[in-house]
């Protein structure tokens, strides 16, 4: 949290469904790995699904957690629970990510602006 400019920027993600200038469309995402229980120690709540768990690990299907913007810009008016991204383009072989939780708007990389 408010290192800057530092992390991970992903260029460009996939949500299921879209077509290439939906893909072209969509904003850079700031991907993170986290620990438990990263979201409780930072006080950012889960206001959608739920949180990760002990289960979400390395060998079981990778999920994602997503920020109420993302989920309100990628599925405006739909629930994103369960809906899948991967990061890169719709050729991408990265695997599909399914949605199993919305955060709560946070200041993240500094304070001024939501992130």
Do not use: C
């Not at 879209?18 to 904003?27: I, L, R, S, T, Y």
């Not at 994103?80 to 939780?101: H, T």
């Amino acid at each position: 949290p408010f290192a800057g400019a530092t992390g991970w920027e992903l260029p460009r993600f996939t949500a299921e469904g879209q077509g290439a200038d939906q893909v072209a469309a969509n904003p850079s995402l700031n991907f993170e790995a986290v620990y438990l229980p990263h979201f409780a120690t930072l006080g950012v709540p889960i206001v959608a699904g739920r949180d990760f768990t002990t289960a979400d690990r390395q060998d079981s299907p990778p999920v994602a957690i997503v920020s109420e913007a993302m989920a309100a810009a990628t599925w405006p008016g739909l629930d994103p629970i369960g809906k899948r991204l991967k990061f890169g383009g719709i050729e991408s072989r990265n695997p599909w990510m399914a949605v199993v939780g919305v955060a709560g708007t946070t200041r993240y990389r500094d304070l001024a602006t939501p992130r």
